[in-house]
């Protein structure tokens, strides 16, 4: 099982930038995917985007692929997403989630992932 925090959310102003952070820790990511989820409240947890640890594949959200980019630094076990022309509809708690790699999901389904950070608040005024 692998433990993740995610940190880096708070209030921001539309148009502005930002970095979410997610460590994780309790074991190899070697064959593992993560993901970026967000939830807003009274919407459906959305997927964000996502990548293969040791080969560094990633997979994005078609809505979102023009302002989001995730990244890993291996040897921190940190997963990265930054996030640009934030919007006020960006507004969610973030979560980071992690999965084995292999099964019959795809990387942008939540049923792929078995262990989710609590999340972070990421906020955006108008």
């Known amino acids: 099982q692998v433990q993740l925090v995610e940190s880096g959310g708070g209030l921001v102003q539309a148009g502005d930038s930002l970095r979410l952070s997610c460590a994780a820790s309790g074991g190899s990511l070697t064959n593992y995917r993560m993901g970026w989820f967000r939830q807003a409240p009274g919407k459906e947890r959305e997927f964000v985007a996502a990548i293969r640890w040791t080969r560094g594949t990633t997979y994005y959200s078609p809505s979102l692929k023009y302002r989001v980019t995730i990244s890993r630094d291996n040897a921190k076990n940190t997963m990265y997403l930054h996030m640009s022309s934030l919007r006020p509809e960006d507004t969610a708690v973030y979560h980071c989630?992690?999965?084995?790699?292999?099964?019959?999901?795809?990387?942008?389904?939540?049923?792929?992932?078995?262990?989710w950070g609590p999340g972070t608040q990421v906020t955006v005024s108008s």
């Open positions: 989630a992690a999965g084995w790699q292999s099964g019959v999901y795809t990387d942008t389904a939540t049923e792929a992932y078995t262990d």
